[in-house]
C-alpha cells in the first residue's frame, strides 16, 4: 500500500471516530446538539479528505467542505448530491466551537446531519474498498 493510501486509511479512521461520538452525545440525554452537528461536520471533512489523499490530490489547510466537495465532484461527479448537506454542515465547522452566535439545531435536524455525514463516510469506504 502507498503512504498516501496509509494515510487515507488515517483520515476514515478518524472520519468514523467522529461519527461514532456525534451519535453518542445526541443518543444521550443530556440535550446538546451543536456538539453532534460539529462531529457531524468533522466526519464529513475527514471522509473527503481522505479520498483526497487516497489519489494524492492536495487540498491545503482548510475546513471549508464545499472546497473538498468541489476536488472530490472531480473524481466522482455524484458526490454533488451532497452539496446541500455540506452548505448547511459548514457553519459546524468552526465558529460553533466558540461562544457568540451558537447555533443549536432540534435535535431532528442534528439527526439528518448525521444520517447524511454517514452516508458520506460509507460512500468514500465503498469507493476505495475499505467497508
Not at 494515510?7 to 461520538?21: I, M, P, T, V
Amino acid at each position: 500500500m502507498r503512504p498516501e493510501q496509509e494515510f487515507a486509511l488515517e483520515w476514515l479512521h478518524k472520519a468514523r471516530n467522529d461519527l461514532l461520538s456525534a451519535r453518542i452525545v445526541l443518543d444521550s440525554d443530556c440535550g446538546i446538539t451543536d456538539v453532534p452537528c460539529f462531529h457531524a461536520q468533522q466526519t464529513v471533512e475527514k471522509a473527503l479528505k481522505g479520498l483526497l489523499t487516497w489519489y494524492n490530490i492536495s487540498f491545503g489547510k482548510t475546513h471549508d467542505l464545499m472546497v473538498l466537495l468541489a476536488e472530490v465532484v472531480k473524481l466522482d461527479s455524484g458526490f454533488g448530491d451532497y452539496r446541500k448537506l455540506c452548505q448547511e454542515l459548514a457553519e459546524f465547522a468552526v465558529d460553533v466551537r466558540y461562544p457568540g452566535g451558537i447555533s443549536e439545531p432540534p435535535e431532528g435536524e442534528a439527526s439528518r446531519f448525521i444520517a447524511g455525514a454517514e452516508e458520506v463516510l460509507v460512500l468514500v469506504e465503498q469507493i476505495l474498498g475499505t467497508e
